[in-house]
């Protein structure tokens, strides 16, 4: 069941539940930013409705530089900032930012030890329609191999806001991460946030399994969750909402209680949430694990629930991987 | 600062020829690295330490100084030396580069040593940092000067025409680039790389204003940067046309000289060279 000490959306599983695209929240969350501190700035590179800029700039117009197409300039024009005093987000798409412009984000940014938080829309292949090209499926494995860079991925537009203004307040480079279409509203503003530690979204009495899912995914973990339960087989669900720093001892907790882990994330299951979890129990607690993602290959255009069933990141690829983990057990 | 008189230009000379001693020194300690470069904007340098910014080496952090950003990371040996003798750090200090528990990365970290602000070395990403610091500089109302210095070589990133294009639309005013126009880099002669020509031309259509000037001839670079300061909704950019490795003649204008340092006996060449020539290598 849903942990009821964590206010989650009661209404999660109606058919009229709500759905809101994450980058909302990150709209929210900067423009809230901008009220409470003067140092925020903002930047995008062409961007600026569709990675929810608007508000902040309409609110903020002196604070907020555009770019023009030129993620390279954005990143070191932010390095430049966040080593003044400033709070820079740069807001762009995740495969141009921090995609086309890794290097620069290495060097200015966290080698440098700038204060700058990138904003990385349009992840995974919910972005759908406007093709791979536009679909950010390996953003979490580049990011996450840099030191000192804490890299964080909202389940939903609630989480996103709280995320974003964690990120505001908190020192040094993080790479936040977004996505264009609606997805459900798992949590509710009451739900605690702790932007670094894994909370576990779905209980149970003697559970076989261990979903760890990050980023919207984790209605889809949830609903799985549900269904298996319906059948008699009963899993936890976590949220880790925090990939670098990971929650190793949460996730140790976890998994010691069912010795079998399934990890989903709507992005390449090469060095995301399954390479960072993997990494991380081979060293500690080595146990049988499934990995729901994109499968070493490129998407396409496309509704994001046609990929999502196509590209078997859906409840009942999830519960096809639980099962199969269980009787690796 | 900018207070001239023949004494004081014979006293940035000796600077820039104390550098370039140390410049040599430091390379033939260090085993690699890069000689021509910084051999050739050693003036430039004494210029910024010994006369141009309004800075306090004791006090690195000091939030009202002006910020010299370094683009082109790899000259980093004529900054470190130049801020050795400015009283950054201990001179002894330079035998260190490039060494195992140095602060003197190969190329500039600015958490490493006080005084860096920026890390550099991959190119054309100077110049959009010292963007960054010009706005926030203007955000804050502060009145101390942006200056960047980048190579003509890293003009062919895309990043640094980005940046210029940004600068001319911000009218940053308090941003002066220092361009080192040496005409190599390290598969040849510029022009032959890649054409930068008609450089000046470029960044007038960018809206930057341009001055062209001697950059070994340090009583025309303070007065370009002068010149700038006193131009009011543009950034300028100084071309300052250098000889590469000035100073040492076997090195003068040779690109094979752009990324390695000297041996034993070119050391002792090279530092002969500038001992005897004392504080005379000065504009021609």
């Known amino acids: 069941m849903l942990n009821s000490y964590l206010h989650l959306n009661s209404k999660l599983f109606d058919k009229d539940a709500e759905q809101k695209p994450t980058r909302d929240g990150y709209g929210e969350g900067i423009a809230r930013l901008g009220l409470t501190n003067p140092d925020v700035v903002v930047l995008t590179a062409d961007l600026s409705e569709s990675t929810r800029c608007e508000e902040f700039a309409r609110k903020f117009p002196e604070r907020f530089f555009e770019c023009g197409v030129a993620e390279q300039n954005m990143a070191a024009i932010a390095a430049g900032l966040g080593v003044s005093g400033k709070i820079p987000f740069i807001s762009s798409y995740a495969t141009f930012s921090p995609g086309k412009n890794w290097e620069t984000i290495r060097t200015t940014i966290v080698y440098n030890k700038s204060n700058v938080k990138i904003a990385g829309h349009h992840s995974g292949i919910v972005t759908g329609p406007d093709g791979a090209t536009h679909q950010a499926t390996e953003d979490i494995a580049i990011t996450r191999a840099w030191p000192d860079i804490k890299v964080i991925i909202p389940c939903d537009w609630i989480e996103a806001k709280k995320a974003t203004i964690y990120a505001g307040e908190t020192e040094g480079p993080v790479y936040l991460r977004f996505t264009r279409d609606k ?12 932007g670094l530690k894994i909370q576990t979204f779905w209980v149970s009495e003697n559970p076989a399994a261990t979903i760890f899912a990050t980023g919207h995914l984790l209605y889809y973990a949830l609903l799985a969750a549900k269904n298996l339960s319906e059948k008699g087989i009963e899993v936890l669900v976590a949220n880790v909402s925090s990939i670098k720093p990971l929650d190793g001892e949460k996730a140790l907790e976890l998994v010691e209680k069912t010795g079998a882990a399934v990890t989903v994330e709507d992005h390449q299951v090469i060095g995301g949430l399954g390479g960072a979890l ?52 | 600062m900018f207070e001239l008189n023949d004494k004081k230009i014979v006293d940035l000379e000796e600077k820039a020829n104390k550098i370039r001693e140390l410049i040599i020194s430091s390379l033939l300690e260090a085993g690699s690295g890069h ?36 683009s082109n990371g790899h000259i980093c040996p004529v900054r470190y030396a130049a801020m050795a003798l400015a009283g950054y750090f201990p001179v002894e200090e330079l035998k260190t580069l490039r060494k195992i528990d140095s602060r003197l990365q190969g190329h500039p970290h600015r958490t490493s040593l006080p005084g860096l602000e920026t890390t550099s070395g991959p190119l054309g990403e100077g110049l959009s940092q010292a963007i960054g610091i010009a706005l926030a500089a203007r955000l804050d109302k ?15 990133e895309g990043n640094t025409w980005e940046a210029a294009m940004f600068a001319g639309k911000e009218r940053l005013d308090n941003l002066t680039l220092v361009i080192d126009r040496n005409n190599i880099q390290i598969d040849g002669f510029t022009e032959d790389v890649m054409p930068l020509e008609p450089l000046k031309a470029k960044y007038e259509s960018f ?78």
Request: hydrophobic share 35%; proline share 6%; aromatic share 8%.
């Open chain 2, 207 to 284: 809206n930057w204003n341009v001055i062209e000037v001697d950059g070994n001839n340090i009583r025309s670079f303070i007065d370009a940067v002068s010149q700038a300061r006193s131009v009011h909704e543009k950034p300028t950019v100084i071309i300052a046309n250098t000889i590469p490795g000035k100073g040492v003649d076997f090195m003068e204008n040779d690109y094979t000289w752009h990324g390695k340092p000297p041996n034993k006996e070119e050391a002792d060449k090279a530092l002969k060279e500038l001992r005897t020539l004392g504080g005379k290598i000065r504009t021609e």
């Open chain 2, 142 to 156: 502060k009145k101390h000067r942006i200056y960047c210095i980048a190579s003509d070589g890293e003009h062919e």
């Open chain 1, 183 to 194: 997805t459900p509203t798992i949590t509710t503003d009451k739900t605690p946030y702790d």
């Open chain 2, 35 to 70: 000689s021509a470069g910084p051999l050739g904007m050693a003036d430039i340098f004494s210029a910024f330490y010994f006369n141009i910014l309004n800075h306090d080496p004791k006090n690195p952090g000091w939030e009202d100084r002006d910020r010299l950003v370094l």
């Open chain 1, 278 to 329: 993997s990494e991380f129990f081979a060293k500690t607690k080595p146990v049988p694990m499934e990995f729901i993602g994109l499968q070493d290959t490129f998407a396409e255009s496309g509704a994001a629930i046609e990929l999502i069933k196509k590209y078997q990141m859906d409840e009942v690829a999830i519960e096809k991987a639980v099962k199969k983990v269980i009787k690796r057990k």
